[in-house]
């Protein structure tokens, strides 16, 4: 009887290890490509930002750029809108939120871009994008 114990544990490894083996990610045993496949060192994120009266950008919350407080949305929005040439509608969206905001009141218009960054002095450091570009952009008529 004792075999069968040890028998049933050699069998839970090597079904946990046989995503690895395989190569190959699936239900209900993964290998969590997610977390482990090689990611570049420069990326690019598309986002709304803010423009006050200097021309300095502001950081505009999921709310306004998405309509939600989920800041995945608020990306997916932005990314689905420029892939499909539909930046400046989005544009003119975020312009009409920003309107009865409190909070973004100094922002005078809005900017749909792409920011390519250097991840790593990015993340460790705060660097700034190495190259941006601007798709729409539009003003907040108050």
């Not at 986002?47 to 309509?67: C, F, H, K, Q, Y």
């Not at 989005?90 to 939120?97: H, K, P, S, V, Y």
């Amino acid at each position: 009887m004792k075999w069968r114990g040890w028998a049933l544990a050699v069998l839970a490894v090597a079904a946990t290890l046989s995503p690895v083996v395989r190569s190959r990610d699936g239900f209900p045993l993964s290998n969590y490509p997610m977390f482990t496949a090689t990611r570049p060192d420069v990326t690019n994120f598309e986002t709304a930002v803010g423009l006050d009266a200097t021309g300095r950008r502001v950081r505009l919350s999921p709310m306004i750029v998405g309509g939600s407080i989920e800041v995945i949305q608020a990306v997916a929005v932005v990314e689905d809108a420029v892939a499909d040439g539909l930046a400046q509608p989005l544009c003119q969206r975020i312009a009409e939120r920003i309107i009865g905001s409190e909070e973004f009141a100094g922002v005078q218009s809005v900017a749909i871009i792409t920011e390519t960054y250097d991840i790593i002095p990015a993340l460790a450091d705060g660097a700034p994008p190495i190259e941006s570009s601007e798709h729409a952009r539009c003003a907040v008529e108050r």
